[in-house]
């Protein structure tokens, strides 16, 4: 059965050229629920519901992804603790391609339907490599070992407390051959407890380039 495409684009690719499969009926496909719309993506062959969240890995990120993706940041952080506006938001956008091209990187988002509702990212701090403007040094077998550095962890307001920030961690730290993940996390914000409680241990505090305190926290990933 033709449905009408979305109005945006495919959420692997952001690319334009796609079909729609089929409408899901009632008791069509076990687990969907009924009236979703399935479609397929001509240029990276993505499947994808309007119905479902949905997680997409990627390892580089293309002009259309930048965009994307500062859209997100300045919504997630608009809000307080973090008060940021557009001279923060444009820095987001012009270093996302560099930090793209780094040993390790990975991008995992996730989405609504056609809407991209969260993102996290990061990629590998070499060992002997540390945060800038840290008080002070990590223990010796962090210092020495390759690090996850955690960028970003981004969810839209109104996909939170879904299961959705969650998952994406999961599936950014999945897997990774470093011995440690590590991220700075302001700490007034909701995410700080959520690291605590998620086992995530402080090392130590900074600064950002525009004055917000940071704790630096890290993570003992399995092997």
């Known amino acids: 059965m033709g449905v009408t495409n979305p109005s945006t684009q ?3 690719c952001l690319g334009d ?3 729609s499969l089929f ?3 009632a008791g069509e496909l076990p687990g969907y ?3 979703a719309a399935v479609y397929a993506c001509d240029d990276c062959a993505h499947e994808w519901d309007t119905q479902h969240l949905s997680y997409v890995q990627h390892s580089e990120v293309s002009p259309a992804w930048v965009d994307a993706l500062g ?3 300045a919504t997630v952080y608009a809000e307080p603790p973090y008060c940021e ?3 923060e938001v444009r820095g987001f956008r012009a270093g996302l391609p560099e930090e793209a091209t780094r040993p390790g990187f990975a991008l995992i988002t996730a989405h609504d339907g056609d809407t991209l509702v969260g993102a996290a990212y990061g990629w590998t701090m070499e060992r002997g490599r540390w945060w ?3 008080d002070r040094q990590p223990p010796a077998d962090v210092l020495d070992a390759d690090k996850l550095a955690v960028l970003e962890w981004l969810v839209r307001p109104a996909h939170r407390r879904r299961g959705v920030g969650a998952e994406l961690l999961r599936r950014l730290l999945d897997g990774r051959p470093e011995p440690y993940a590590t991220l700075a996390s302001n700490p007034e914000s909701a995410a700080r407890d959520i690291y605590e409680r ?4 402080q090392v130590g505090e900074s600064e950002t380039p525009w004055g917000a305190h940071m704790h630096l926290l890290v993570l003992r990933l399995g092997r």
């Open 10 to 12: 495919c959420p692997a």
């Open 17 to 19: 050229d796609f079909r």
């Open 198 to 201: 998620a086992g995530w241990v």
């Open 85 to 87: 506006g557009p001279d």
């Open 132 to 134: 800038k403007r840290a």
């Open 23 to 25: 409408r899901i009926e």
């Open 71 to 73: 859209d997100l940041y």
């Open 33 to 35: 629920p009924e009236d």
